[in-house]
C-alpha cells in the first residue's frame, strides 16, 4: 500500500508542475487563440478557467519566478532543504527528471512568447498572426499533455534535446 501511494505521489508532483508552462505560454496566447474560436465553449473555457490563472500569473510574475526557481534548484540537487531532522530528504530521479523536464518546456515557452511579441503588430494581428499564435500555443500544449500522459502510465517523457538538458542538470550535483 505504500508503494502505491509513494506512486502516486511522485506521479502527482511531477504533472503538477506542468502548470508552469502551461500558465506562461497561455498568458501569451490563450486570449487570441481562444477568443478568435466561434465556439460558446471555448469563450466559457476561457474566461472561467484560464483567465484567473494568466491573471495571478501577470500580478504576480516574480514571485512565479522565484519559486520555479526554487524548485528547479532543489530538484537539481535532489534534497528537500527543510526537513524535520537533520537529514535532508531526497527526492526520487523520476520527480527530479520530470520537474527539471517541465521547467525547461517552460523557459523554452517564455522564448516563444518573447520572440513572439518581436514580431510587428500588424503581422500579428492578421491572419498570418492568428495561425502563428495557434500554431505555437497548439504545439506546447500537445507537448504538455503527451507528457502529462506518459507520465501517468510511469514513464519518462522522453522529449528531443529537453531530455539531454533535464539529465545534464541532474548530473551536476
Sequence with gaps: MKDIILKICERSLSI???IFPLVEISSTFAL???LSADSQFLRFFYSTYITPATDFYRAN???CFALMLGIFITCAKGKVPFTNGKQKMPLTKYIRFNVIQAILINVISSCISVVYSEIPL????SSVGLIIATGLYLWVLMLIVSSIIVI???RVPKIPIISQAARLQMQRY
Aim: zero cysteines; aromatic letters at 24%; proline letters at 0%.
Design 16 to 18: 503538477l508542475a506542468y
Design 122 to 125: 500588424v503581422i500579428q494581428e
Design 32 to 34: 487570441k487563440v481562444f
Design 152 to 154: 501517468i502510465f510511469g
Design 61 to 63: 510574475t516574480y514571485l
